[in-house]
């Protein structure tokens, strides 16, 4: 770049601390938290991180939330981590489809999600983010409805500005990048975040948006969930480098969070999005984090990883970590959970009987929805079907 450009566009900080870190030592000291945690759970200090594994605050930070907030926000994760039970539980009664667990996550999804105006902004999910959908208006009958393979019921209504659940990994982001760029091109002032495992971060797919994004100044949030795992693959075996740091080279700001610090996760997640907004163009998060379940209900982490890996993170769970920061300031206790617990538990058996009660999939499904006039072959395989 020419000196005569970079005086006229100035270098945001984020990228410059990327470019110094990445010459530098980026991850030699380590928040003192305790040593046996996994990998993605040692959080350089670096770090954005504000909400300690002990539910102090950091040194010279302030919570982002007011405690009425926090405690939203926290209810919405225990929602979630009794959403994943129950989920898991129907599914091996064979009432449930695939499901993967958001559990050891609900910091990452919940905080970032926090962020968005569900009336303004949009939300391209991968696949671990129900909680963000439910926060963005999709109604918790109709999230379970998806796994259920019923799908005129899980359709998602037109006023939830969501595209649909993606499963083909990383599929998703080149299309949040279309739409962001459409509210750029519309003048809309909304902003997109988009939703990616550090595994989808090797595919193609990410550059290729992460570039155009960046020519473009598109109103974007991508958000790498670093949870440690691509299914059976570690992440230290997935990318040599750093993930956040790899923003500076498309020209826009990258932030290396506590991804189990919902504090933390929400500030850096607000400013991205405020920067959207702004016309100031995108911003790649990387939530350290860890999935303390299975990849999802087809996989068994036992033949793949330690099972004190497992124990060990859940010194840095993301919901006890809010819990015992209410708890210091009077507003959590034992009773407080074991009544939410029952109530949570009879939200989700609500939400699960409407479910059941909606229509399932009939065999003409597989043909409709797609084309608004299906060609004359397609029209004769619905029939041969039908007919059979
Ligand atoms: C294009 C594509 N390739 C492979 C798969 C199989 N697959 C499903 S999830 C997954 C791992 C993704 O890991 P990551 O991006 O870290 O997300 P996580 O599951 O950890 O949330 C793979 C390889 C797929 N669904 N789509
Ligand atoms: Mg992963």
């Known amino acids: 770049m020419a000196d005569g450009e970079q005086s006229s566009t100035p270098r945001p900080v984020a990228v410059a601390r990327s470019i110094r870190l990445l010459g530098g030592l980026p991850f030699q000291d380590h928040q003192p938290t305790t040593a046996d945690l996994p990998d993605p759970l040692i959080i350089p200090v670096e770090a954005i991180s504000v909400l300690r594994p002990d539910g102090t605050l950091k040194a010279g930070t302030q919570p982002p939330m007011a405690d009425d907030e926090t405690l939203a926000a926290l209810r919405l994760m225990m929602l979630s981590r009794t959403v994943d039970d129950w989920a898991v539980r129907l599914q091996r009664l064979g009432r449930l489809g695939t499901y993967g667990p958001v559990h050891g996550q609900e910091a990452s999804v919940v905080g970032s999600s926090w962020a968005l105006d569900p009336a303004l902004d949009w939300l391209a999910p991968a696949y671990r983010e129900q909680p963000a959908m439910l926060r963005h208006g999709l109604p918790l009958d109709r999230l379970l409805a998806t796994y259920m393979g019923k799908l005129t019921a899980g359709r998602i209504p037109d006023t939830v500005k969501m595209l649909p659940r993606n499963q083909s990994v990383c599929a998703q982001v080149p299309h949040a990048v279309g739409l962001a760029w459409a509210q750029k091109l519309r003048q809309t002032g909304a902003a997109v975040m988009s939703y990616l495992g550090e595994g989808a971060a090797s595919e193609g797919d990410f550059h290729e948006s992460c570039n155009l994004a960046g020519v473009v100044r598109a109103p974007i949030v991508f958000v790498v969930q670093n949870n440690g795992w691509a299914i059976s693959t570690a992440s230290s075996r997935q990318t040599a480098g750093a993930l956040w740091a790899r923003a500076a080279g498309y020209g826009f700001p990258g932030h290396l969070v506590d991804g189990n610090d919902l504090f933390a996760v929400y500030a850096t997640a607000r400013d991205a999005v405020e920067r959207a907004r702004s016309g100031e163009g995108p911003t790649l998060i990387e939530n ?101």
Do not use: C, K
């Not at 819990?323 to 699960?352: K, M, N, P």
């Not at 229509?359 to 397609?378: E, I, K, L, M, W």
């Open 288 to 388: 350290r984090t860890y999935r303390m379940g299975m990849h999802n209900t087809t996989d068994n982490p036992a033949a793949y990883r330690d099972p004190a890996e497992v124990s060990a993170a859940a010194a840095a769970d993301p919901i006890a970590r809010v819990q015992r920061y209410l708890a210091a300031r009077g507003r959590w206790d034992a009773e407080t959970e074991r009544s939410w617990s029952a109530e949570l538990a009879e939200e989700v058996r609500a939400a699960i009987d409407r479910a059941r009660s909606y229509p399932g999939a009939t065999p003409a499904d597989v043909f409709d929805h797609v084309y608004a006039n299906p060609p004359s072959r397609v029209l004769d395989q619905r029939r041969a079907l039908l007919d059979s």
